[in-house]
């Protein structure tokens, strides 16, 4: 491998490694901002060979395995269980399970992420309005197929955790979402697992897209 090739992966490795700890640590639940932060840490604010999201949450992965097991196990089960209650309330919008929460690497300060599918996304704002839940709103770029999709997006709080729902036509159920163009399908399972993986351990591998 050729000096400068061995250099950059070494630096990728670096900042997927430290961006993980500041994940674990600081609870930064997001990974473009774990990224920046890590690689203005070892001085390379400008570089070209950030790792990709699979990198950091592999290296995530890693250091709650060393660092954090019984702890990390814990709160993934905590969080899955809450994330299993608001899908139940969400039922009529197809909620699906996807993130941290479902792969397993979710830690102490996690947002569980889901989402919803649905042609009236306006219906998923009705339903916290009546709940007397407060929310923001964004929009979040996805890519469904060949497609670029702009998703509503919903952040709120309850007792029992932090959600982020991502809000998307009944079609794109038809072809695998991702979070970049050249992305990995995002993994996404239904109430049906999850109650399941509960019923056992509430820590089990997810599905397989």
Known sequence: MPRDQAANRQMRQRIAHLAARLMAQDGIDDLALAKRKAARQVGAPDTRNLPDN??????LREYQQIYQADEQAERVVELRRAALEMMDALSAFDPHLVGPVL???AGRYAEIDLHLFTDSAKEVELFLINRGIPFRTRENRYWSGDEPRQA?????ETDAARFNVAVFEVRDLRQPL???HAGRPIERARRAWLANQLGATGTASPPAS
């Open 103 to 105: 792969s397993g690497s």
């Open 54 to 59: 699979e990198e950091v949450e592999e290296a």
């Open 178 to 180: 991702r979070s970049t």
């Open 152 to 156: 509503p997006s919903y952040e709120f």
